[in-house]
C-alpha cells in the first residue's frame, strides 16, 4: 500500500535515530514542499511545529538575508543589541518574564529552566530542593536531564542511569501531585498542552491549581511551551488561556522561524540565582538567530494575526470532525487547540501518516495512536480544505467499510 517507504539505505553515513521517509525536498513555498522529483507536497509538519510562517516567508528570508551580508556570530562576550531587542520584546509579550536566555534548542532552553528552579531554591537557602514534578506523557527533549524529565521509559533504556530528581504523576490528578511535593521539591514542569505526548491536555482548571501549589510552596512553576508556543494554539503563548502566569517558561520550535533557537524566559525573581559564569552558550542567540527571532515577531505581532490562527483552528476542527463522521473506522476523535490538531486513528497511526503521504499531505505521529496535524499558521482555507480532500482520499483506502462499499 505504501508507495514511500521509511528509507533503510546503505548509501547513508547518517546515524540511523530517524526511521525518515524516503523523501527530499529542495523547494519550499508557503505551505507547499516541492520535493526533488518535483512532486508538490502540502506540510502539516511544519518541521513539527517550527516553520510557523511557512516556508521562505519574504520577511524572513529578507530579515536573514540583510544581517548574513552584515555579521552572523560574535558569541555572548560581547552584547548582542538584536537579541537584547528579542529579549525586550519577548518578555513585553509574555507579561511576566524580565529576562531571556538564548540558546538553540528546545531540550537546553529546557536545560536552562530547571537549572534556573534548582538555583533559585539553592540562593534561597534551600539547596535541598532540586527535584521536579514532572507528568505522564510528557516530553521535554533528548539530553539526559530532560529524558528523565519525561520519563519515557523507550527513550531512557541503554543510556545509563537516569538523572536524578524527577518525580512523575499522572497528567491532571491534583493529588497525586500534592503528594509527590516534599521537602526537596524545587519546581513543577508542565506542557500547556502535550505535543509528543498526543495532543492532551488537563483542564484549564488544573493549570490554575498547580500555580496555587507553587505559591502555596515557594516552587517554580515552569511551563514548557517550545511546542506550543509562538502561536501555535492560537495565541503567542498557549498558558494564556489559563488566567495564570509560569515563573519560567521554555522556547524553541517556531521561535526562530526555521532558525534554529530556544529560549529560556523568567522572572526576575526566579532568575535570581543566574549570576556571570552560572549558565551559558557559544552559539546561543547569536546575530542570525536573534535576527530570525524578530522577524517572526515581527510578523506575529501584526495585529489580526492570531484571529487569523483561531478561524484557521475552528474551521479546520469542524471540518476535521466531519471527516470523523464519515470515516469512524479510521478516526474517531479530533483534538487540540489553534493549529496543533491531533486526530486520533482506529487504524495504526504510522499506517495513516503514510496513506495521507501518498496522497502528498506530510503529517507527524504522536503518542496515544494519534496524528498530529500542525500546518503553518499562515495557512489559507482554500489550503485546509484541500488537505480535507486529501485526509478523505486516506480515509478510503484505509477503511475497511469504504472498500467493501466500493466492492459491493
Ligand atoms: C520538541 C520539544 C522539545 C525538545 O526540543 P528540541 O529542539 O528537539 O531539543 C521539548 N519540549 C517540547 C514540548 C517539545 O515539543
Not at 491532571?172 to 505535543?195: F, M, R, Y
Not at 500555580?211 to 516552587?219: A, F, G, P, T, V
Not at 475552528?314 to 470515516?327: E, G, H, I, P, T
Amino acid at each position: 500500500m505504501s508507495q514511500t517507504t521509511t528509507s533503510q539505505t546503505a548509501t547513508t553515513h547518517m546515524l540511523p535515530v530517524f526511521a525518515r521517509a524516503d523523501l527530499a525536498f529542495e523547494r519550499g513555498e508557503g505551505v507547499w514542499l516541492i520535493a526533488t522529483n518535483g512532486d508538490r507536497y502540502l506540510d502539516f509538519t511544519s518541521g513539527v511545529a517550527v516553520n510557523a510562517l511557512g516556508h521562505v516567508h519574504p520577511h524572513l528570508v529578507q530579515a536573514v538575508q540583510n544581517q548574513a551580508a552584515k555579521l552572523w556570530h560574535v558569541s555572548n562576550l560581547f552584547r548582542i543589541p538584536e537579541g537584547e531587542q528579542l529579549a525586550a520584546r519577548l518578555c513585553a509579550a509574555s507579561g511576566f518574564a524580565d529576562t531571556a536566555f538564548f540558546c538553540n534548542s528546545g531540550a537546553e532552553a529546557m536545560e536552562a529552566c530547571i537549572k534556573m528552579a534548582r538555583k533559585y531554591q539553592a540562593v534561597n537557602g534551600k539547596p535541598e530542593r532540586y527535584r521536579i514534578v514532572t507528568f505522564e506523557g510528557a516530553f521535554h527533549g533528548r539530553t539526559l536531564a530532560t529524558l528523565a524529565a519525561g520519563g519515557q521509559e523507550k527513550y531512557l533504556e541503554g543510556f545509563g542511569p537516569r538523572v536524578e530528581g524527577f518525580d512523575q504523576v499522572q497528567l491532571g490528578d491534583l493529588e497525586a501531585t500534592k503528594k509527590a511535593i516534599g521537602p526537596n521539591t524545587a519546581a513543577i514542569l508542565i506542557e500547556p498542552l502535550q505535543g509528543e505526548g498526543g495532543v492532551r491536555a488537563p483542564p484549564p482548571a488544573f493549570f490554575r491549581a498547580l500555580r496555587q501549589l507553587c505559591d502555596d510552596n515557594d516552587l517554580m512553576l515552569i511551563f514548557d511551551e517550545v511546542q506550543t508556543g509562538m502561536g501555535r494554539t492560537g495565541e503567542l503563548f498557549a498558558h494564556t488561556r489559563f488566567g495564570i502566569k509560569p515563573d519560567i517558561m521554555a522556547l524553541a520550535k517556531a521561535l526562530g522561524g526555521g532558525f534554529p533557537m530556544g529560549a529560556c524566559l523568567s522572572t526576575a525573581k526566579a532568575g535570581q540565582g543566574m549570576t556571570a559564569g552560572t549558565h551559558g552558550s557559544t552559539f546561543g542567540g547569536n546575530l542570525l538567530a536573534a535576527a530570525a527571532g524578530n522577524a517572526t515577531l515581527d510578523v506575529m505581532l501584526v495585529p489580526g494575526f492570531f484571529d487569523h490562527v483561531q478561524r484557521m483552528s475552528l474551521l479546520f476542527k469542524q471540518k476535521l470532525a466531519s471527516v470523523c463522521d464519515r470515516y469512524p473506522d479510521v478516526i474517531d476523535q479530533v483534538r487540540g487547540e489553534g493549529l496543533l490538531i491531533g486526530v486520533r486513528a482506529v487504524v495504526p497511526s504510522g499506517d495513516l501518516v503514510v496513506a495521507l503521504r501518498n496522497e502528498k499531505l506530510l503529517t507527524v505521529g504522536a503518542g496515544e495512536n494519534v496524528v498530529r496535524m500542525l500546518p503553518p499558521l499562515i495557512v489559507t482555507e482554500a489550503e485546509l480544505d484541500d488537505a480535507i480532500g486529501r485526509l478523505e482520499r486516506a480515509c478510503i483506502a484505509l477503511s475497511p467499510d469504504a472498500q467493501k462499499r466500493k466492492a459491493g
